[in-house]
T-cell receptor, first 114, second 112 residues
Framework: AQSVTQLDSQVPVFEEAPVELRCNYS??????LFWYVQYPNQGLQLLLK??????LVESINGFEAEFNKSQTSFHLRKPSVHISDTAEYFC????????????FGQGTTLQVKP | NAGVTQTPKFRVLKTGQSMTLLCAQD?????MYWYRQDPGMGLRLIHY???????AKGEVPDGYNVSRLKKQNFLLGLESAAPSQTSVYFC???????????FGQGTRLTVV
């Protein structure tokens, strides 16, 4: 069975500082990896995804994540955060050979302070 | 382009009452999912469907039923609501192989 662990439930950081949100997964098969973002009182939006190819993937708003197969990790990073990045972030995996259903981590709340 | 639409957005039920949550998608996706979100637990899969007329259990199916009579709609039913079912419910849809899932805005359900 697959599982996802987000190592930090809350990450407070000052504006313009760098941030890393950690995600580890366990799976016996190849997986797809995702980061979703949820702003207050909204649904989930896809931030970025790894399906295959380059292990470094980027989003349009400056986030990036690197797939590390040996460490089974998919950490999310941003070199300089903004107040508007305050949200909850979810890491997820799916097994492309098994209905594609997503298994989510517990979520990390990113709190950006001025 | 509406994407995934959930109705209702909010609902308060009394223990023992029943209700149905509706999810509609206009992207012609084969796969649809129902999740519940609870603090500190992320999103957990309740039921899912890989096509019209098919449904399957997810991680936490007890107390819920689903139906997929039309490809674009996926209904989640609570036959006898319990306070433990107080949660935010999200519907999602995707193409096969799960390269990306699209989520609705959620339904906040309170059972008193």
């Amino acid at each position: 069975a697959q599982s996802v662990t987000q190592l930090d439930s809350q990450v407070p950081v000052f504006e313009e500082a760098p941030v890393e949100l950690r995600c580890n997964y366990s799976s016996s098969v190849s997986v797809y990896l995702f980061w979703y973002v949820q702003y207050p009182n909204q649904g989930l939006q896809l931030l970025l995804k790894y399906l295959s190819g380059s292990t470094l993937v980027e989003s349009i708003n400056g986030f990036e994540a690197e797939f590390n197969k040996s460490q089974t990790s998919f950490h999310l990073r941003k070199p300089s955060v903004h107040i508007s990045d305050t949200a909850e972030y979810f890491c997820a995996v799916s097994d492309p050979s098994n209905t594609g259903k997503l298994i989510f981590g517990q979520g990390t709340t990113l709190q950006v302070k001025p | 382009n509406a994407g995934v639409t959930q109705t209702p957005k909010f609902r308060v039920l009394k223990t023992g009452q029943s209700m149905t949550l509706l999810c509609a998608q206009d992207m012609n996706h084969e796969y649809m999912y129902w999740y519940r979100q609870d603090p500190g637990m992320g999103l957990r899969l309740i039921h899912y469907s890989v096509g019209e007329g098919t449904t399957a259990k997810g991680e936490v199916p007890d107390g819920y039923n689903v139906s997929r009579l039309k490809k674009q709609n996926f209904l989640l039913g609570l036959e006898s609501a319990a306070p433990s079912q107080t949660s935010v419910y999200f519907c999602a849809s995707s193409y096969p192989q799960g390269t990306e899932a699209f989520f609705g805005q959620g339904t906040r359900l309170t059972v008193v």
